[in-house]
């Protein structure tokens, strides 16, 4: 069952940030949260993962607060090709890596 | 680098008939997942093989489901009989390993049962 609880949805404006949060308030203390996002009519791709520390890739930032019980995905010059449902996933690893997916964050970018 | 194929991409049937999917996962990828997702909501896990083997089976309906992964390469899903409620697209996942995190995912099979 999903751990995390996400918003349904979210506006952002062409260019601006997107900032899409997360709580994961029963995480333990060796699991990654990952986020993947989904675009109409395709598989989830993969954005970016992390375990304590804030990661960032030439897609996202990831920064978790430093209890752990929340993180925020944050997509810095969103594009009309960001909107998507991103998912917040906490990889649960003690019985062998399956990933859990919630409803997830409906984002839409606004022109 | 081929990502991970899926047939068919689309399929109708009506209730009580059967249908089967395949999925063939990137090279070298050991641990392949079947997801079922329903519309509106978020992929739901039906079965993780790791290799051959199977790692987690617990969400999968067995009077109805199954899927094998006989050479640990390719798998298939198979529905018999299919219920309304099966109509969804079943997404499949490949990673290197069990310990590795990213998965990487299909185009998916989406089943209208009628």
């Known amino acids: 069952d999903a751990k995390t609880t996400q918003p349904p949805s979210m506006d952002c404006a062409e260019g601006r940030a997107a900032n899409l949060p997360c709580n994961h308030s029963t995480i333990s203390g060796n699991e990654y949260v990952y986020w993947y996002r989904q675009i109409h009519s395709q598989g989830p791709q993969y954005i970016i993962h992390?375990?304590?520390n804030n990661e960032t890739n030439e897609m996202a930032s990831l920064i978790i607060t430093e209890d752990r019980k929340s993180s925020t995905l944050i997509l810095p010059h969103a594009t009309l090709r960001d909107t998507a449902v991103y998912y917040c996933i906490v990889r649960v690893i003690n019985t062998g890596n399956q990933f859990y997916f919630g409803t997830g964050t409906s984002l839409t970018v606004i022109p | 680098e081929a990502g991970v194929a899926q047939s068919p991409r689309y399929k109708i049937i009506e209730k009580r008939q059967s249908v089967a999917f395949w999925c063939n996962p990137i090279s070298g990828h050991a641990t392949l997942y079947w997801y079922q997702q329903i519309l509106g909501q978020g992929p739901k896990l039906l079965i993780q093989?790791?290799?051959?083997?199977?790692?987690?089976d617990s969400q999968l309906p067995k009077d109805r489901f199954s899927a094998e992964r006989l050479k640990g390469v390719d798998s298939t899903l198979k529905i018999q009989p299919a219920k309304l409620e099966d109509s969804a697209v079943y997404l499949c996942a490949s990673s290197l390993a069990w310990s590795t995190g990213e998965l990487f995912f299909g185009e998916g099979s989406r089943l209208t049962v009628l």
């Open positions: 992390g375990l304590k």
């Open positions: 093989f790791q290799n051959n083997g199977v790692v987690d």
